[in-house]
């Protein structure tokens, strides 16, 4: 118990230093269409840990959210996207693409979220319209909140949403049907056994008419097998994301593949 307190302590003063010293990196991983070609990105923080090497986000959101260091750290992950995206406006080859950035429930409840979110736009010039944010339901069950209010000033600005990791919280359907979404994300652990078990199978093919019914596009993480893409794309999901078309990779590799 000492020793795991000890290592949770070295690493969250590591933590702290990380931003000042330049260990975070942002990695993109292409989302595809059903031609499989690129038409847009999802960018994933990665730690470079000068002894630990690459950490991934498993290990430290958490830690990130407990101490809401998130606030910083997610406002450099926003801010970097944004430049990347305003960069590749630029070259024939990336300015189709857009940009998805992932939002913890933390950064979104910030009471400044929205001002630093158009600070940014406008700071780096990217195109609100090829941003897309995002959240999960976890951000959606304290009712309570103005997360709605948020979302929706947002998207007036032309930024969009998307719902991460679907069918992996709580949230009420009826609910579901008021939030100003313009995508779902079904979750990479409905999408890993949709040939192997009815049961996700029927989640997955649920998720899909649902989308289509709430007027939503439909997007598959994780896929990894030309089955499991073959498998979606018959039942209504063409837009993709996985090992299959692409793993996370720097900005350098990205211009190179597309
Ligand atoms: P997520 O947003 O659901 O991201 C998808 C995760 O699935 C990524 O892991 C990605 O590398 C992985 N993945 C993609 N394709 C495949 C595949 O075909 N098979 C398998 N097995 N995995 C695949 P990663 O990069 O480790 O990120 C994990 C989670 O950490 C993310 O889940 C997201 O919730 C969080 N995260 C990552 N970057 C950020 C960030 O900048 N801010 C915040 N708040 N959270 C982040
Ligand atoms: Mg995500
Ligand atoms: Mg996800």
């Known amino acids: ?29 292409p989302q595809v269409d059903v031609n499989g070609m690129p038409i847009g990105v999802e ?38 996207a944004c430049q990347q995206l305003a ?21 979104f409840r910030e009471d400044n979220f929205v001002p630093k979110v158009k600070a940014i736009l406008r ?6 319209d090829k941003l897309k944010l995002e959240v999960t339901e976890t951000l959606f069950v304290d009712v309570s ?28 359907l009826s609910y579901l049907a008021h939030l100003p979404l313009d995508q779902l994300k079904i979750d990479q652990s409905f999408v890993r056994e949709v040939l192997d078990s009815r049961a996700n199978a029927s989640i997955v093919e649920s998720t899909i008419v649902l989308a289509k019914s ?17 498998w979606l794309k018959d039942h209504g999901c ?3 994301q996985g090992y299959l078309f692409g793993r996370p990779m720097s900005a350098a590799e990205l211009e190179k593949l597309m």
């Open 123 to 128: 700071r780096t010039g990217a195109p609100a």
């Open 238 to 240: 063409l837009h993709y």
């Open 145 to 172: 909140d103005n997360a709605l209010r948020k979302m929706s000033h947002l998207r007036h600005q032309g930024v969009r949403f998307s719902l991460d990791d679907f069918g992996t919280g709580y949230s009420s």
């Open 1 to 29: 118990m000492q020793a795991a307190l000890i290592s949770r302590a070295r690493l969250e003063n590591d933590m702290r230093l990380a931003l000042a010293n330049e260990q975070w990196k942002l990695v993109y991983q």
């Open 43 to 80: 960018a994933l923080l990665r730690w470079q840990h000068p002894e630990r090497g690459i950490i991934s986000p498993g290990e430290f959101i958490p830690l990130l959210e407990s101490t809401r260091l998130i606030n910083e750290v997610g406002n450099w992950v926003l801010e970097t």
């Open 87 to 107: 960069e590749w406006q630029e070259k024939p080859q990336t300015a189709g693409l857009s940009m998805a950035v992932n939002i913890s429930p933390v950064q």
């Open 214 to 230: 709430l007027g939503l596009s439909v997007i598959a993480e994780g896929v990894e097998t030309e089955t499991q893409r073959g």
